[in-house]
C-alpha cells in the first residue's frame, strides 16, 4: 500500500482533465467547495457528503488529563473536535482491495 497524497493540486488536475475546464476554473472550483466546507464547520454545521463520508463537530467536556513525563495533573479546557466518520460505501470500497 503506497502512502501517497492526495493534494488541492491533484483535485485540480483531476478536474482539469475530466471535464475540460481550464487550469484556473478547476483550482477555483476545488477552493470554493472547500472554502463551504470550511465556512459550515465554522459556523457548527455538520458536513455530509453523500457516498464519502460526514464531518461532524463534537463538543468535549473539561477533563483533568496528566502530563507524562512529570506526572502532574493538568486541567484540560472544553473544546471542539471534529470527527471524520467514512460512510458504510467508502468503507467497502476500501475493503475491497
Not at 472550483?29 to 465556512?39: A, L, T, Y
Amino acid at each position: 500500500m503506497a502512502n501517497e497524497t492526495i493534494t488541492r493540486a491533484d483535485l485540480a488536475d483531476a478536474l482539469y482533465q475530466e471535464l475540460g475546464l481550464s487550469r484556473n476554473e478547476s483550482a477555483d472550483i476545488v477552493d470554493s467547495v472547500f472554502e463551504e466546507m470550511s465556512d459550515a464547520l465554522v459556523s457548527s454545521e455538520n458536513v455530509k457528503i453523500s457516498g464519502f463520508g460526514s464531518f461532524v463537530l463534537r463538543q468535549k467536556s473539561e477533563r483533568i488529563g496528566r502530563n507524562p513525563k512529570t506526572g502532574v495533573e493538568v486541567p484540560i479546557t472544553p473544546r471542539t473536535v471534529l470527527v471524520f466518520k467514512a460512510s458504510h460505501i467508502l468503507k467497502n470500497l476500501m475493503n475491497k482491495s
